[in-house]
């Protein structure tokens, strides 16, 4: 028996284990939707165009490489247990060296599916990697900063970090934003899974990606390129509000600080302390860039990209010792008294 | 005819001890690769601590158990340590063991370049690793993309012991990627032409080619990286007019082949494997071979996959989209035939061979995940997440590892004259197998629910917390997997099973030998007729070359 070749393959029976593929398919797409259903900042909770479409790509692939994962693993498990050596059998099985039409097969399969892939693909990278931006279109500037995020609004002279609002579209349409990133230092990546896909913030490039949404509501993201020691805290919030609102929100956002005389001894703190270099107050000296606009801090409902949460205990906490909430960030601790540090948050939370 | 060799009787006497210092001045390319696999285990240890600990830090959202910089350092170190301090070594080990046993040579063509290349790894294993001593490891990431790594924003030594010590250990990959070159092109045995070179040799063959063409570009870029930090040019910066993109085309130059680098010799593995076990030729001998090839030159064509969240142009993405599932299709031709080999076969399950099934069914799942990857739009989502860890780990740890031991079980017999214990062979099987799917098959659903790589926590509001958790206690399974290789290693060199020669009933001419091998390896050059030449010994009446 030896080394004897067979006259052909032997014909494997397939047909049995059709029902249990698919069942197991089933399966496995009820575990995937139940697992995102949990929670809601993923890649098939969206609610704009190009991630729409990349959802719609996510289940075409998800469907056909489980099809041929199920295929292989099967055909796998079948070998395994049809060609098992039984007991007492010493003999050598049958050699075959190979067979043309079975591998020509086997390249020709693949490579189908892999070309009407690519097409899908190439109609997909057309659609969400738009060249013109319609006149409509609302522009952010947005800037990557080692540890957070800088938003500013050329058409309406707005400049704030960390949470970007944007515009719903009305009924029938939604309002594109295209946001050109930008970045001061080193790489990173704006990604809000929900709005789009990512694109990485490269210094001394701009790079062009946009959303439109219809839905109200709070998207969550962050920095998805290792940018240093917090990059796991480089946050980022997307609040998208009716047209009215985000008028009223930009409007307000565009005027100087307030400038309330209850205060004025935080206020002149800040200036003299450091503060002023690294942070802008509109319509104060304070204009430095390297830092978080602070003109309406209190208008935004996180502190340090997204960590905690913007209340007046963390915020004192926040200046009294920045490094014990984001440690390695890059604004210093001054080690200021109790009674500076009272008069210093005061005055912050008066710029609304 | 390949039968006149006289093979000497393996004596019972264990081998003479042999002193330290003939094995650290020994040019002999058996002892130079065991050498290798025993360095590499070492570091193995090192990358699997500074992974479980970081596993540890990622148990809950928030968790306070390492500082941030500790964490970045630790998964730089990993990347860097797994690929470069474990995974290239043990692939070269394993090259250098059975290469010229496999041919049929004496040793390899360089044996003093060999033990050079030995060397030289070493020390840059350790030169990085001294970063802990002066001031902190590298944090910028195995891939350490500009300009994060510049003076600037890379303050003190450890990106300059980073660069340092690759350099100096990339210098022994790319001479003993020479070596396996001129090795096989000029010391193959009579008779042993290209179409009749096993599997393995191939694969090897194909893998320096790949070393050598891929290791410049990254000495290239680290040399323009020292010279930026050290002496003030501005290559990779930015402000300066230098360009941050241009490093990420330099290191993924490198950077992709080297994962074919990093798969190929463990293709070869099992496609010396499976067949052995299943009683059965490969199935399609050339094809795979050709196969190989194939990938080799396309794996050169995809570096930017890495680099679509870059922002390139989009008849970039759509290039680098197509070439890379063109790769599919040649891995994917290798995959139908080792399942093809099984078909019709009488398949042993002893330990090797069910390493080898683990990774056909593991590494499926990376190369299919892979193909989603390829995918630009999905890859925007995927991108630098989770996701991507699970892709690579299925590749190079389902894949890769799962192949290393199916070769390690294999080939120990070889390297030490005694078998492995085939139940603690199965336990350590099947601790990984869960252990391993354990940690790694969470991570794609993790990455997709949003959490980024690298990243060393997470906010609560993700909801990601169940699925790191099933992480780590992953690695705690794997760890009992380990432990049980320790033992199960050291228990067989001190009184494992006498293996003979032969053990396997095999077909390659390293069986030829006594186990382990005597310094000059055969008494008299075998001659070769086939693919198969101890098949045609044992088979007179129906040798492999009448029907290739
Ligand atoms: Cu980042
Ligand atoms: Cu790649």
């Known amino acids: ?352 | 005819m390949a039968t006149t060799v006289a093979v000497p009787e393996m004596t019972d006497k264990s081998p003479r001890r042999s002193s330290l210092l003939e094995w650290v001045t020994t040019v002999d390319h058996k002892r130079i690769g065991i050498m290798y696999l025993l360095a590499a285990l070492f570091f193995l240890v090192c990358a699997g601590t500074e992974a479980a600990l970081m596993r540890i830090q990622l148990w809950k959202a928030r968790f306070d158990f390492l500082e941030p910089d500790t964490f970045n350092q630790l998964f730089t170190m990993h990347g860097t340590t797994m690929v470069f301090f474990v995974g290239m070594p043990i692939l070269v080990g394993f090259g250098n063991f059975l290469v010229p046993l496999m041919i049929g040579a004496r040793d390899m063509a360089f044996p003093r370049m060999n033990a050079f290349g030995l060397w030289m790894f070493i020390l840059g294993g350790l030169l990085t690793y001294y970063s802990f001593l002066q001031g902190g490891a590298p944090d910028v990431g195995w891939f350490a993309y500009a300009p994060l790594t510049s003076a600037t924003f890379s303050r003190g030594m450890s990106t300059d012991y980073w660069i340092l010590g690759l350099m100096t250990s990339g210098l022994g990959t790319l001479s003993g990627g020479i070596n396996f070159i001129a090795t096989i092109l000029t010391m193959r045995a009579p008779g042993m032409t290209f179409g009749r070179m096993p599997l393995f040799i191939w694969m090897m063959l194909v893998d320096a080619v790949l070393i050598v063409i891929a290791f410049p570009p990254l000495t290239a870029a680290q040399t323009m990286l020292l010279l930026d930090r050290q002496l003030g040019a501005h290559f990779f910066d930015p402000q300066q007019g230098g360009s941050a993109v241009l490093w990420q085309h330099l290191f993924w130059f490198f950077g992709h082949p080297e994962v074919y680098i990093l798969i190929l010799p463990a293709f070869g593995m099992i496609s010396e494997i499976i067949p052995v076990f299943a009683r059965k030729v490969i199935f399609g001998y050339e094809s795979v071979a050709a196969a190989t090839v194939l990938i080799a030159f396309i794996a050169c064509g995809v570096w930017a996959h890495h680099m679509f969240a870059l922002g390139l142009s989009r008849t970039i993405d759509i290039f680098f989209s197509g070439s890379t599932f063109l790769i599919a299709i040649p891995t994917g031709i290798k995959m139908f035939n080792w399942i093809a080999t099984l078909y019709g076969g009488k398949i042993r399950f002893q330990t090797p061979m069910i390493f080898c099934l683990g990774f056909l069914a593991m590494f499926l799942i990376g190369g299919l995940s892979g193909v989603m990857l390829a995918a630009v739009p999905f890859d925007w989502q995927a991108s630098d997440t989770y996701f991507v860890v699970a892709h690579f780990h299925y590749v190079l740890f389902g894949g890769t590892l799962f192949g290393i031991f199916g070769g390690f079980y294999y080939w120990f017999p070889k390297m030490s004259g005694r078998l492995m214990n085939e139940t603690l062979g199965k336990w350590n099987f099947w601790l990984l197998m869960i252990g391993f799917n354990l940690t790694f098959f969470p991570m794609h659903i993790s990455g997709l629910m949003g959490m980024p790589r690298r990243i060393y926590t997470y906010d609560p509001e993700l909801g990601v917390d169940i699925w790191n958790q099933l992480s780590t206690i992953g690695v705690l399974v794997q760890a009992a997997a380990f432990i049980v290789f320790a033992v199960n290693l050291i228990g067989s060199l001190r009184s494992g099973e006498r293996s003979g020669d032969d053990p396997w009933d095999a077909w390659t001419l390293e069986w030829l030998t006594t186990s382990p091998p005597p310094a000059y390896n055969f008494e008299v050059i075998p001659a070769v007729r086939s693919r198969r030449p101890l098949w045609d010994l044992k088979h007179p009446e129906d040798p492999d070359w009448e029907h290739e």
């Open chain 1, 1 to 352: 028996m030896t080394g004897q070749r067979p006259k052909g393959l032997i014909p494997v029976q397939a047909k049995r284990h059709g029902r249990g593929i698919l069942l197991l398919a089933f399966g496995l797409l009820f575990f995937a939707s139940s697992v995102f259903a949990a929670g809601e900042t993923n890649i098939v909770q969206t609610v704009s165009p190009p991630a729409d479409s990349i959802k719609f790509l996510f289940y075409l692939l998800l469907a056909v490489v489980g099809a041929i994962f199920l295929i292989v693993e099967g055909a796998l498990i079948y070998c395994m247990v049809r060609f098992r050596k039984r007991e007492g059998d010493e003999s050598e099985p049958p050699q075959i060296y190979g067979s043309k039409p079975v591998e020509i097969a086997w390249t020709v399969a693949p490579a189908l599916i892999v070309f009407v892939l690519f097409l899908v693909v190439l109609r997909s990278i057309v659609q969400i990697r738009k060249v013109d931006v319609p006149e409509d279109a609302l522009r952010v500037v947005v800037t990557g900063h080692q540890w957070w995020w800088e938003f500013h609004y050329p058409e309406l002279g707005v400049t704030t970090a960390n949470e970007l609002h944007v515009p719903i579209g009305d009924d029938e349409n939604e309002r594109a934003v295209f946001l050109d990133l930008q970045s001061v230092d080193v790489i990173h990546s704006f990604w809000v899974p929900q709005l789009s896909g990512k694109m990485d913030v490269v210094p001394g490039r701009t790079n062009l990606l946009w959303f439109a949404t219809k839905q109200p509501g709070l998207y969550r993201g962050q920095c998805a390129e290792y940018c240093g020691t917090q990059h796991a805290n480089m946050l980022l919030r997307v609040v998208a509000e009716s047209p009215e609102e985000f008028e009223r929100w930009a409007a307000q956002q565009a005027k100087p600080a307030v400038d309330d005389p209850k205060v004025a001894a935080g206020r002149q703190l800040f200036m003299s302390l450091a503060c002023m270099n690294c942070h802008t107050i509109k319509g104060t000296p304070a204009n430095g860039t390297f830092a978080p606009d602070l003109t309406h801090l209190m208008s935004r409902q996180t502190l340090a990209s997204g960590m905690v949460e913007n209340n007046p205990k963390n915020l004192r906490d926040w200046v009294d010792n920045p490094q014990s909430i984001k440690p390695g960030c890059l604004m210093p601790s001054f080690q200021l008294s109790s009674k500076q540090l009272d008069d210093l948050v005061a005055y912050l939370e008066t710029l609304h």
